[in-house]
């Protein structure tokens, strides 16, 4: 941090003198391109500090610019152009970015501290915030200058808002906001009304105790509390008892039997069981059964009608309302059965 503090110094005073940081000291002119940032740079620090000594003024200006390319909301500013951070004076290939940075912006401080970035073709604002508190600025993105693309704004996760303070106001905090480089400003802190602490219940209604579980409790809930808004106290919500295991289910009704599986298996469903309130038991819910394996009509039509009529799916047959019995009538049944004959006629359609 310390030699970067010293780079920093050499390079201020480089430019107030009209020198590059990455000269020889042998007092030649320096390249066009650094003389280029040389002259931006001193012009915009007059802007920023009027009536100051230059060397103070650009000194003054390098800071306010490294402040300003931390606030999320300028990155793209200063991305567009290639302007590094920190803000690099210290030859062509870190500094160039800034010239034509500052042709097209105006960066300005009132006498309370206040900076401004404003637009030199428009005159529009585009960022205003105390420089002690750049975090608090007020961002236009629509004051960019053209072809710099604003950042998104973020969308944030909050925590819950805090208890009503004496002065009617309420805070939270934000958790997270996305996407990563947006730019907004969280709704920190609202109004509310206070009011003198709620005073702790003393009595309670309470509901019928529940079922009695099997780690031997059962619990209850409180219906209202007294005195009339009050908060907290000691309800009693639940109790020791003694569980009653309830009967094993001896008998059951079902559901039918599904279609048999691929894996020869079907299954059913307990619709009722008793006696009433009874538990586990061993219901029957699979049995094996023979698979049938589906017709397949697109293949018998493959095998055996396509040669005559053409493929399945621009066949002469589509559109003719072809059925079991018009196959019959035309002999054409090849000895399949009559849920093959079926399977052909669905797979044609209508």
């Known amino acids: 941090m310390q030699m970067n503090r010293i780079l920093n110094s050499l390079a201020v005073g480089a430019l107030?003198?009209?020198?590059?940081?990455?000269?020889?000291?042998?007092?030649?002119?320096p390249p066009a391109a650094?003389?280029?940032?040389?002259?931006?740079?001193?012009?915009?620090?007059?802007?920023?500090?009027?009536?100051v000594a230059p060397e103070q003024a650009v000194k003054s200006f390098i800071d306010v610019l490294n402040e300003l390319r931390t606030v999320p909301a300028l990155a793209p500013l200063f991305e567009s152009y290639r302007v590094p951070r920190p803000v690099a004076i210290e030859g062509h290939q870190g500094s160039t970015g800034l010239v034509p940075l500052l042709s097209v912006v105006k960066i300005t401080r009132d006498r309370e501290g206040n900076v401004t970035v404003t637009n030199r073709e428009t005159g529009g604002l585009i960022f205003s915030a105390p420089l002690i508190d750049l975090a608090s600025g007020v961002f236009h993105p629509e004051n960019l200058p053209a072809g710099v693309i604003p950042p998104t704004a973020c969308t944030y996760t909050y925590?819950?808002?805090?208890?009503?303070?004496?002065?009617?106001?309420?805070?939270?905090?934000?958790?997270?906001?996305?996407?990563?480089?947006?730019?907004?400003?969280p709704v920190l802190t609202q109004s509310c009304t206070y009011g003198e602490p709620p005073v702790n219940c003393s009595s309670f209604t309470y509901s019928d105790w529940g079922a009695c579980q099997p780690d031997g409790t059962q619990t209850r809930t409180v219906l209202t509390s007294s005195p009339e808004g009050c908060t907290g106290g000691s309800p009693v919500l639940s109790q020791q008892c003694t569980y009653t295991p309830?009967?094993?289910?001896?008998?059951?009704?079902?559901?039918?039997?599904?279609?048999?599986q691929s894996d020869g298996t079907q299954t059913r469903t307990v619709l009722t069981s008793s006696p009433e309130g009874c538990t586990d038991g061993s219901p029957v819910l699979s049995q094996a059964c023979t698979y049938t394996p589906p017709i397949d009509g697109a293949a018998l039509y493959g095998q055996y009608c396509a040669s005559c009529h053409g493929p399945l799916e621009t066949g002469d047959l589509k559109g003719k309302g072809i059925t079991v019995q018009m196959i019959k009538d035309s002999n054409m049944t090849f000895g399949l059965t009559d849920e093959q004959l079926q399977a052909?006629?669905?797979a044609i359609g209508p």
């Open 16 to 29: 107030v003198t009209g020198l590059t940081v990455s000269g020889c000291g042998d007092g030649s002119s």
């Open 34 to 51: 650094d003389a280029q940032v040389t002259a931006a740079v001193r012009m915009a620090a007059k802007e920023l500090s009027p009536g």
């Open 159 to 185: 925590s819950d808002w805090s208890a009503c303070q004496p002065d009617g106001t309420q805070t939270r905090t934000v958790i997270s906001s996305s996407p990563d480089g947006c730019t907004g400003t």
């Open 246 to 260: 309830p009967a094993t289910c001896t008998s059951f009704t079902y559901s039918d039997w599904s279609a048999c």
């Open 344 to 346: 052909i006629v669905s």
